[in-house]
């Protein structure tokens, strides 16, 4: 069979990378996208984020497998771009993961930063949807749109409040709105969309995240997931895997809360 391709966000560590790993091992081809702006001055997040050298360590560990893009996910010419170039390359697209974001938080909604809201909204949103608008188009016009899978990465945030984090809720929950509305309008095409929602994952992010508590150890967040451990980036890439499946057609315009059990 011809062998499938794949397009993620986000993908220089962190989920993202463990994801392009996965659809790899599964025998993907993949567009591996990054903004990779973590050893450069104009990074606009509280905390570092992946580096060029992120993103081609993990090329190099596939030559032939994985494209490297450096791209902007606010940018949609830059996306269109990454599909042009996998396009190129590789001649189709199949599956598209929305896997880039940034975290922001440690603050009353009234005492949030207008900065930081625009920064997650531009980001984790626009983001998503600038990814949706450049590749859904690719892969209903390939050779097998009814194999095509659109999944985002969305959060255990997006289906539940969370302590001095609401602008981070707020995004995650329009990511969801936004693959339900997605999946609606692919309805008889066979193409699917469904978000994954991870819970608490050893990820950069995921340190972040307890800075913004003051913790020094993000593994106390494992308290409240009924798993009563952190989860492994590897375990969100395996969910996010079978979402890109064709069996993975079942979950069309459902929420994966692949979360170790998140209570409430």
Known sequence: MTRRVALVTGAARGIGA?????????????????????????NPAAYPMATRG?????????RDEILPVVADVRERGALQSAVDQGLERWGRLDVAVAAAAVMSGGHALWETPEADADLLWDIDVRGVWNTAAVSVPAMLAGTDPAGARFVAVASAAGSHGLFHLAAYNAVKHAVIGLVKGLAADLVGTGATACAVSPGSTRTEMLAATAATYGLADPADFASSQLLRRLLEPDEIAAAIAFCCSREGAVLNGSVVHADGGFPG
């Open 18 to 42: 463990a994801t392009v790993r996965r659809l790899v091992a599964d025998g993907h081809r993949v567009v591996a996208v990054d903004w990779c702006v973590g050893d450069l001055p104009s």
């Open 54 to 62: 992120d993103l081609d360590a993990l090329a190099a560990a596939h």
